[in-house]
Structures are given as structure tokens and as C-alpha cells.
């Protein structure tokens, strides 16, 4: 949202409806602390936390469609991102039928939220790394 220098009635919907999600997130996130081993608590967070990360991907896919940023970012940055938002959305939807299938056990399908941020975590090291070597 930084290069975003225009605002359009799509991007205020998306932001709006982002906005209503992350004040409706503390309700699932304390279902989840209080009963936990309960399938419809894991199921409620992970469908609260779906429609928000499938509404950054909305935003960010509306902002490219309708060329709202300044200007293009590197392609790499914006690969990541994506991939990263995409496998956010896969593991949030997995929590929804896990907590049925797994049990008490259900929560600790959210332990795969760790592997984009490994994965960000070491794409940006090995890109540090070659531009060190890049430079020398």
C-alpha cells in the first residue's frame, strides 16, 4: 500500500471489507485460546484469517488491475509476496477441516504457517548474498 497514490471506490471497498476482518479478529483468536481442542474454534479462525488473506490478494491483485501504484515494483519482491500470501491462504484454509479430522490435535496445523516465512526468510538471505558477491 505505500506506491498506492490514487484511490479508487474498489480499492476503499477492499479496504473496508480488510478493515472489518482484522476488528472481527480478536473474536475467533479468543476461541481459539479458550477452546482450542474444539473443531468449530479452529474452523472459525481459520475461515476468518482465509477471507482476510483472500482479501490482501484481491487488494493487491486491484491495485495492478487498476494501476493505483507509483511504480512497478521488482519482480522479485512481488513474486514472494504473492507466493507467500497464497501459501498464508492454503494453510488457513487446511484449519478449517483439520480441527473435524485431526481433533484436539487441530491447532497445530497452524504450525505451517512457518514455512513462508522460512521461505521469505531465506529467498531475501540468498539475494543479499549474491548482491554482496555482486558488488565485490
Avoid: K
Avoid at 491495485?63 to 513474486?79: A, F, N
Wanted: hydrophobic share 45%; glycine share 6%.
Amino acid at each position: 500500500m505505500r506506491s498506492v497514490t490514487t484511490a479508487h471506490p474498489i480499492l476503499i471497498r477492499d479496504t473496508l471489507m480488510l478493515l472489518l476482518l482484522v476488528a472481527v479478529m480478536p473474536f475467533p483468536a479468543s476461541l481459539l485460546g479458550r477452546y482450542g481442542g474444539e473443531p468449530i474454534s479452529l474452523a472459525v479462525y481459520g475461515g476468518v484469517n482465509a477471507l482476510a488473506t483472500a482479501t490482501i490478494i484481491l487488494m493487491r491483485w486491484d491495485v495492478e488491475r487498476l494501476h493505483l501504484s507509483t511504480g512497478p515494483p521488482s519482480t522479485e519482491d512481488v513474486w514472494d509476496n504473492r507466493w507467500q500470501s497464497w501459501l498464508y491462504l492454503i494453510v488457513f484454509i487446511l484449519c478449517i477441516p483439520s480441527g473435524y479430522i485431526i481433533g484436539s490435535n487441530g491447532p497445530y496445523v497452524l504450525r505451517l504457517l512457518a514455512v513462508p516465512n522460512r521461505q521469505a526468510w531465506s529467498t531475501r538471505l540468498r539475494r543479499r548474498l549474491h548482491r554482496q558477491i555482486d558488488q565485490r
